[in-house]
Every structure is written in structure tokens, then in C-alpha cells.
């Protein structure tokens, strides 16, 4: 399960950031979590809740932004969310790059 490995890298990163500002307590961590990004949101609650047990951040919430996967297509330009993987252009047939629904990261912190 790689969700406890992506959860324990978000409590370092909250944790490290609490240090650097001298915070006695996180409250909420946002993240962006992109379609592709093969993330189960259910089991990376799960890990997240057992790791922060004892740690500043045991009572944070985790606040989860889906991002879709968007594609926009190399010869045209058009820009679509992209459907069953589907990476062929609507328009003319040409191929569809990622432009967003890769993300994972800590988009923000809460800390007292």
C-alpha cells in the first residue's frame, strides 16, 4: 500500500514546515491529488490517521482537492478533460498532453 508511504511524507512535510514556524499544532492540511496520481483517498485517510497518533498534527484534517485530468492537444490547442484515457484530440486527431491530473502535494498548512 503506497498510501502510507505518500501520508508519511506529508506528515514530515506539515511537521517540518510546524517546526520551521515554530508551531505547537497542526490543524489542517490541504492537498491536491490529481486523477492520475493512483492515490486510494479512503486508505490515505486511514494511514495519515494512525501515523499522526502522538504528533502535532494528531487532530489536523485532511482537506482532499481532486484535480481531473485535463489534456490539451499538441496540433490545436484545444484543451478537454480527458475521459477513459482516451489521449486523442476530438478536433483534428492529434495527441492530447497532461496538463493537470498528476498532482500530489501539500497545497497548504494550518498550524496554531
Not at 506528515?11 to 492515490?39: C, Y
Not at 486523442?88 to 498528476?102: M, T, Y
Amino acid at each position: 500500500m503506497h498510501e502510507m508511504a505518500i501520508a508519511e511524507g506529508i506528515l514530515d512535510i506539515a511537521k517540518e514546515h510546524a517546526a520551521r514556524e515554530k508551531s505547537d499544532r497542526i490543524t489542517k492540511i490541504g492537498l491536491l491529488i490529481g486523477e492520475m496520481a493512483g492515490v486510494e483517498e479512503d486508505a490515505l485517510r486511514f494511514c495519515f490517521s494512525s501515523l499522526v497518533q502522538g504528533t502535532l498534527a494528531e487532530e489536523a484534517e485532511l482537506s482532499i482537492k481532486r484535480m481531473p485530468l485535463v489534456g490539451r492537444c499538441d496540433a490545436c490547442d484545444y484543451e478537454k478533460q480527458i475521459e477513459n484515457y482516451n489521449f486523442i484530440c476530438p478536433k483534428c486527431g492529434g495527441g492530447l498532453a497532461v496538463v493537470s491530473g498528476r498532482e500530489l502535494r501539500v497545497e497548504y498548512l494550518e498550524m496554531d
